[in-house]
């Protein structure tokens, strides 16, 4: 029995150096992605967010743009509060809310 051929991306994949470049830009791409699903969910504009989480509209617009691929966690966790979400770590069966 022949395994199915592999993706061009698959074989790419394989190569730890794309690998880690891929997982990395992924990441950034995500956080810009969550960001954005937070804030038109509530119907945030960026400049009342930064107001109400005291950073400047210019953090969030980088971070919404993936111009800024990081955020420090306690921006992260007031943002996400205030556009009215919980954050949760979970492992196994345990929970703990962190904001909410």
């Known amino acids: 029995m022949h395994d ?11 190569n730890p ?5 891929f ?3 992924y ?8 960001v954005h699903a937070m804030m038109d ?10 107001e109400e989480i005291d950073v400047s509209a ?6 919404r743009s993936g111009k800024q691929k990081d955020i ?9 509060k205030t556009c009215g979400y919980r954050l ?5 069966d345990q929970r703990m809310v962190i904001a909410g």
């Open 27 to 34: 990441k950034e791409f995500l956080l810009s992605e969550l």
């Open 41 to 50: 969910d509530d119907d945030q504009s960026v400049r009342k967010l930064a």
């Open 17 to 21: 150096a794309f690998k880690e470049r």
């Open 72 to 80: 420090k966690i306690a921006n992260f966790v007031n943002l996400a």
């Open 58 to 63: 210019i953090t969030i617009q980088n971070v």
């Open 23 to 25: 997982e990395e830009g």
């Open 88 to 92: 949760v770590l979970e492992k196994n």
């Open 4 to 14: 199915a051929p592999q993706s061009t991306f698959d074989r790419m994949m394989q």
